[in-house]
């Protein structure tokens, strides 16, 4: 089966199973984890940042961001179907009490304008406007990547405002490839960043959560109160410490493999590129094939290949270090059988 439903597909390459039988262990919920350690201490240098937080998954990081940077009752404003809004089962609410005001972005970003008229005045009746979060790249309108000068203007109306700058990085490093640059400026102009393992980076699970040391200091005691404390965690952190040692320069093969399947797609009658990919990941409509996303995941899966449902005729598929140039012509095969009538 050639898995396209998710970058979290991946499995551990024989050199990472290696790092993780190896690696040096202690108590990390006393921070005693010397793979930890470096890990955390790796992420610090690669994106420029104080202090960094060894978490079981990217969620868990984006709601510890939340809640040490808001109080109950707060609003976070973000874009429309952004992963906070979209899939982390409500979390802000259950977790830190605070609302969602989601913008509408139909590429997934927004802009400075946007914010401004978005933050309440100050007054008893509306909640207080507290924190921006932006996902970069934006999952659900296809991968896509925010430009520094979209950043820096909306990061920079937060600032004027005292709002809290969130950076959502699940698929940050694709951002950074996209763009030519490196992790550090990205994550530059926010005040927390999350940093995702077990995605194109292919740990098998993990994130990073990094930012000032008060406020990570303050994230640990949520670690702990979230159920995220773990002792000898090294064994996870180090695929977490391989990949960014070793994964960052594989990103652009999954780019490229990503751009070969929009070009199959492309040349399937009644498929539509929605949008174009501009990283890992090719979302396309199905709606003038006269086929339900429902029969065209199992039709594609019947061929050996595996895609996800975005929609009634939204799919998706998103390239990673486990899918090679090879297995994309053997995909193109088994996506035109799917949609031959």
Not at 54 to 63: D, V, Y
Not at 115 to 135: G, Q, Y
Not at 255 to 277: F, K, V
Request: with cysteine.
């Amino acid at each position: 089966m050639i898995d396209l439903s998710s970058d979290t597909a991946t499995r551990p390459s024989d050199a990472m199973r290696d790092a993780i039988h190896k690696a040096p262990v202690g108590d990390d919920q006393r921070g005693e984890d010397p793979t930890v350690n470096a890990l955390q201490d790796l992420g610090c240098e690669l994106l420029g940042k104080d202090a960094a937080l060894f978490l079981p998954s990217s969620t868990q990081a984006n709601q510890i961001a939340i809640r040490i940077q808001t109080r109950p009752g707060d609003e976070v404003i973000c874009s429309e179907n952004c992963h906070i809004q979209k899939y982390e089962s409500g979390g802000p609410a259950v977790l830190s009490g605070v609302l969602l005001r989601p913008l509408h972005a139909p590429r997934g970003i927004f802009t400075a304008a946007q914010l401004t008229s978005a933050i309440n005045p100050e007054m008893p009746h509306a909640p207080p406007s507290r924190m921006v979060c932006i996902e970069n790249t934006h999952n659900y309108a296809g991968g896509i990547v925010w430009d520094e000068a979209a950043v820096r203007a909306v990061t920079d109306t937060a600032e004027q405002h005292g709002l809290a700058t969130h950076l959502d990085g699940a698929r940050l490093v694709n951002a950074a490839v996209a763009r030519g640059c490196d992790l550090a400026e990205i994550a530059a102009p926010f005040q927390t960043v999350t940093l995702c393992l077990s995605k194109g980076l292919g740990a098998p699970a993990g994130a990073l959560l990094l930012g000032p040391q008060e406020l990570i200091n303050e994230a640990r005691r949520w670690k702990h109160v979230f159920g995220g404390a773990m002792r000898q965690a090294g064994i996870l952190a180090a695929g977490g410490l391989h990949a960014l040692q070793h994964h960052l320069p594989d990103i652009e093969v999954d780019h490229a493999n990503a751009q070969a399947l929009a070009e199959i797609l492309q040349s399937i009658p009644g498929i539509r590129l929605d949008p174009w990919p501009e990283t890992n990941i090719v979302f396309f409509d199905i709606t003038d094939t006269g086929i339900s996303g429902t029969d065209a995941m199992a039709r594609l899966q019947q061929n050996g290949v595996r895609a996800s449902g975005m929609g009634a005729t939204r799919l998706r598929f998103v390239t990673h270090r486990d899918i090679s140039t090879a297995d994309i012509h053997k995909a193109g095969v088994a996506i035109r059988a799917a949609f031959t009538p």
